[in-house]
């Protein structure tokens, strides 16, 4: 198996809900590949998709059961500081739960976190030490 | 916030057996970023990370606690069944738990599942519907 993810999917327990945050809260438009109950995100190399969550681990041949923490964090890499205070302002006034505050963080960056609908966590950090290639996908030795 | 997703963390309960799983089982090199405590994988256009469930809870000022299914699923995206088939293969000898045996999904793919050492579900899926660019990334309309 090549050293590649292509595709996260989250398990959403209200699709429409979640759909709407994703669309109009965030703003990112929905691929030609979305149907009624699956909605897929070009998110820069990897793609997002939300599914319900019943579906999803039957998918997986799971019990949907769970609770608490997923264990799980996405994350949103900004250019600079600034832009996360940006981002978190903005995601603020639009109702979003913010979970930390932008603040400087122990390993050298600036990091902040807000919520989904299901409670997921995602990251909107500025980290001086990671680069980015001509995509804007982030770029590791 | 632009339409990106830099960056997924997963939370594990023991970060050796996690990191030996990643770069051993899977065979994926680890980022000279990596730390102690931390371990990065460029993985295509998105990094994966793994890190401390106790110390990411506590990075995003949440509780650790948390059970059952993490409601989110990450995919590898395969170029053939026959691709899915060698790679589910090539994990089952190394002793990696299948949850899924390759098979025809309803939606028109193939598909299948493994988990990592903390039951994180991971597809391996060929979806004749889905495109790759020239990195090897998904690349939907």
Same mark, same amino acid.
């Given at each position: 198996?090549?050293? #590649?993810? #292509? ?6 327990? $209200?699709? &429409?809900?979640?759909?709407? !945050?994703?669309? +109009?809260?965030?703003?990112? &438009?929905?691929?030609?590949?979305? /149907? $009624?109950? =699956? ?25 949907? +059961?769970?609770?608490? !923490? ?13 832009? =996360?205070?940006?981002?978190?302002? $903005?995601?603020?006034? @639009?109702? =979003? @739960?913010?979970?930390?505050?932008? /603040? ?13 609908? $299901?409670?997921? #966590? ?6 001086? !030490?990671?680069? !980015? ?5 982030? &770029?590791?030795?």
């Amino acid at each position: 198996m090549n050293q #590649h993810l #292509h595709l996260i999917t989250l398990g959403v327990e $209200d699709f &429409k809900k979640s759909r709407k !945050f994703y669309t +109009e809260i965030l703003g990112w &438009k929905a691929s030609s590949a979305s /149907q $009624d109950d =699956v909605a897929f995100f070009q998110a820069g190399g990897v793609v997002l998709a939300i599914y319900p969550r019943e579906k999803l681990a039957e998918d997986a041949l799971t019990s949907p +059961e769970g609770s608490g !923490f997923a264990g799980i964090t996405l994350a949103y890499n900004a250019r600079s500081e600034a832009e =996360v205070d940006e981002i978190i302002r $903005d995601l603020k006034s @639009k109702g =979003v @739960k913010i979970v930390k505050e932008p /603040q400087k963080v122990f390993w050298g960056g600036y990091s902040s976190y807000f919520a989904d609908p $299901d409670d997921y #966590h995602w990251e909107v950090a500025y980290n001086p !030490f990671f680069a !980015f290639d001509e995509s804007g996908n982030l &770029k590791l030795d």
